[in-house]
């Protein structure tokens, strides 16, 4: 009996030391607190969105909160394994894209939080001017990813491709071009692709395989990969 206490003794006082952390943490940090997409990220901002891709509520009440402009789109199940569900068209952010973006909420969820807190501020940082346009390969396409029979992310709206960033000043920051060609420009695309991975479950880019070595592939998908 003796025994059995302790054992209950030994795993309640861990339990209770992590709940009180996660219970007295900033809200960026703690998992479970209210979705807030101006909040600038923290440990429990990837979990956070995790939870407004399972929830069509908490996901639209985010985007409307942080004052996102979107198109919402009936549930539409294509051909094959391609659908959008829980989906949008993107109309309006903080910064224009280069192409209509139809992805999920989640995505949009991610993406606005990558271009917020990570990529507008490295610009400005980095590169000494403030970003004016995102170029874009585009979300949704109903295919398989490239070389496999594996349906890609984007079958289901759920992955945005980025190729580049246009600035203020009319320097374009090209993925292909820049991603090895040392300087300031390649220390940017680094500092927005790592900040990618702390936000989407799959960033990959250039270092991963071909197929990627003129963008970021950036999705929110089952799975983390960052490459």
Same mark, same amino acid.
């Given at each position: ?10 795993i309640s006082v861990p339990i209770l030391v992590v709940a009180a952390l996660?219970?007295? $943490? ?6 479970? $607190? ?5 909040? =600038?990220?923290?440990? #429990? ?22 004052? %996102?402009?979107?198109?919402?789109? /009936? ?5 094959? *394994? ?6 949008? @068209?993107?109309? =309006? ?6 192409? @209509?973006?139809?992805? @999920? !909420? $989640? /995505? ?8 917020? &807190?990570?990529?507008?501020?490295a610009a400005v940082d980095i590169l000494g001017s403030p970003i004016a346009?995102? /170029? @874009?390969?585009?979300? +949704?396409? !109903? =295919? ?5 029979? =594996? ?13 580049? +960033? *246009? ?14 060609? #040392?300087?300031?420009?390649?220390? +940017?695309?680094?500092? %927005?692709?790592?900040?990618? !991975?702390?936000? +989407? ?15 970021? &592939? ?6 983390? %990969? !960052?490459?």
């Open positions: 009996m003796h025994a059995l206490k302790a054992w209950i003794l030994l996660i219970w007295l $943490a900033p809200p960026r940090h703690n998992p479970f $607190a209210p979705i807030d997409l101006t909040e =600038r990220p923290g440990l #429990g901002t990837h979990h956070k969105l995790t939870r407004a891709r399972d929830s069509r509520e908490l996901c639209f009440t985010a985007l409307d909160e942080a004052g %996102v402009l979107y198109t919402p789109l /009936e549930d539409d199940k294509m051909e094959g *394994r391609c659908g959008l569900y829980d989906a949008l @068209t993107l109309d =309006r952010t903080m910064t224009p894209y280069s192409a @209509t973006l139809r992805m @999920t !909420c $989640a /995505e949009a969820a991610a993406l606005y939080t990558w271009e917020r &807190h990570v990529a507008r501020p346009r995102i /170029e @874009t390969y585009g979300s +949704f396409s !109903c =295919r398989n990813i490239a070389g496999t029979q =594996r349906m890609s992310q984007h079958g289901l709206g759920n992955a945005v491709d980025i190729s580049g +960033f *246009r600035l203020e000043d009319g320097r374009l920051i090209d993925v292909k071009k820049h991603w090895d060609a #040392g300087g300031k420009e390649a220390k +940017f695309l680094r500092a %927005v692709h790592k900040g990618a !991975c702390e936000v +989407f479950s799959v960033t990959l880019g250039p270092d991963y395989n071909a197929a990627h070595a003129d963008h970021f &592939h950036l999705d929110m998908g089952g799975g983390r %990969v !960052c490459r």
